[in-house]
């Protein structure tokens, strides 16, 4: 899986069991001061592949369904990372587009 790193790939695209699409963003460690810049290169790439149509056209079945673009960390966002995520979800939201955190260990 690319990770936060490779900042113009999608790491994970599925549906969720409410039938909402789920984005997900891998960040594996623990969170450092470079990661973010990465955390929004690799949030603007998201959001850019949902609203400029990627999301429709290489997943047709998912069209016309809530977002969610979820970021899995192996430990919790630095307090920068919080606010962040916090802007993108302010930013996102209008547009239908929740953005979420979960911590997983097996990262």
């Not at 290169?41 to 016309?64: C, M, R, W």
């Not at 919080?82 to 953005?99: N, R």
Request: hydrophobic content about 45%; proline content about 7%; aromatic content about 4%.
């Amino acid at each position: 899986m690319a990770g936060l790193h490779d900042t113009e790939v999608i790491d994970l695209v599925a549906e969720e069991p409410d039938g909402s699409a789920l984005l997900v963003i891998v960040k594996e460690g623990a969170w450092a001061l470079d990661d973010i810049a990465l955390l929004k290169a690799k949030l603007n790439t998201y959001a850019q592949f949902v609203l400029d149509g990627g999301l429709a056209s290489h997943y047709p079945e998912l069209l016309n369904r809530p977002v969610r673009i979820r970021i899995e960390s192996a430990a919790p966002p630095s307090t920068t990372a919080q606010d962040i995520l916090a802007v993108a979800q302010t930013k996102l939201k209008p547009y239908g587009i929740d953005v979420t955190h979960k911590v997983n260990p097996r990262l």
